[in-house]
């Protein structure tokens, strides 16, 4: 098989397909429809000459030969990304880059590794470092770092990729909320007050949907609202009906002003695992991105050590 561009174009619409299970959900990330999907897979299977995958009612499986074609391929990117980083590191000098995603709103969380990671990184004599980072949903963490987009991910998974490696850092507490001037705000009877809670409306975060609130059935409608991140979720609680979990550390502002009232506290909290995402066996670490992620798992335990 000689590759061409095409040969790439296709590979990648592969990739996308096996990360999203399947070709219907694969279409949000391609933003291409089923059927042209379907087209680029046949394309491809034709150029290499054997059935990559299963597809029908029964839904979508790999063949014994695509799953070793997919860990082929995922071979392949890492090497090209290695190339560019290397070609770039040649034009560049000794700069050294290091590209972060994370979940939104994880700077008023004190307990979070990456304060004192960063502060760290920048702390070594002769540093020159290039650093990005980027705020993300947790499915786009993990598809830029399958992608060779990002380096490293912090974020709330609830899925993972076989792909991925996935380590704890530390819980962040959820505290239940409504407005201060929601109705719920000034009911003082702790029996009422959950009654009303279990069907009052609710906004979720999207890569938690129903298990935002575990306490209630698969049935329930009271879910009526989904944002991708904390601050909406922030602006439609404030000035609407809705009820919903945000972190404490974003929180507390507002619960001390009293424009958000907590929801018996002591009964109705959570707590979220964030976890530091990286490659699988991912041999192009650099010496900086290594020793970053070893800050990390550094902080981690020093957080867990004063928690206990």
Not at 142 to 149: K, S
Not at 232 to 244: D, K, Y
Not at 271 to 282: A, E
Request: glycine fraction near 6%; aromatic fraction near 8%; hydrophobic fraction near 40%.
């Amino acid at each position: 098989m000689n590759l061409s561009d095409i040969d790439l174009k296709l590979l990648r619409v592969f990739h996308a397909v096996v990360e999203a299970g399947g070709f219907t959900s694969a279409q949000t990330v391609l933003n291409v429809s089923p059927s042209t999907i379907s087209s680029h897979m046949s394309q491809l299977e034709a150029r290499i000459g054997f059935v990559l995958c299963e597809r029908g009612r029964s839904g979508f499986r790999l063949t014994t030969k695509g799953e070793a074609f997919h860990q082929n391929v995922l071979a392949f990117f890492g090497a090209v990304y290695a190339l560019e980083a290397s070609a770039e590191g040649l034009r560049r000098g000794t700069i050294e880059s290091v590209r972060i995603g994370i979940i939104d709103n994880l700077v008023t969380d004190k307990n979070c590794p990456l304060h004192k990671a960063l502060g760290d990184l920048f702390s070594q004599p002769d540093s020159a470092i290039e650093l990005s980072i980027q705020v993300l949903s947790p499915q786009d963490i993990e598809r830029e770092l399958l992608e060779q987009n990002l380096d490293i991910g912090i974020g709330i998974f609830y899925q993972s990729s076989q792909s991925l490696d996935y380590r704890p850092l530390y819980q962040e507490r959820d505290v239940l909320v409504c407005s201060g001037s929601n109705a719920l705000a000034n009911l003082k009877d702790p029996r009422k007050l959950a009654q009303e809670i279990t069907s009052a409306p609710k906004v979720v975060r999207n890569f938690m949907q129903k298990q935002e609130f575990p306490f209630i059935g698969d049935d329930d409608n009271s879910v009526i609202a989904a944002v991708t991140n904390v601050e909406s979720a922030a602006f439609m609680i404030l000035n609407g009906p809705f009820i919903g979990f945000l972190p404490y550390h974003y929180a507390q502002r507002w619960i001390a002003s009293g424009d958000l009232m907590g929801l018996l506290p002591d009964k109705f909290i959570r707590y979220s695992q964030v976890s530091l995402v990286t490659r699988r066996n991912d041999l192009q670490r650099s010496p900086v991105l290594t020793n970053f992620i070893r800050r990390l798992e550094k902080e981690h335990k020093v957080h867990r050590h004063i928690a206990r």
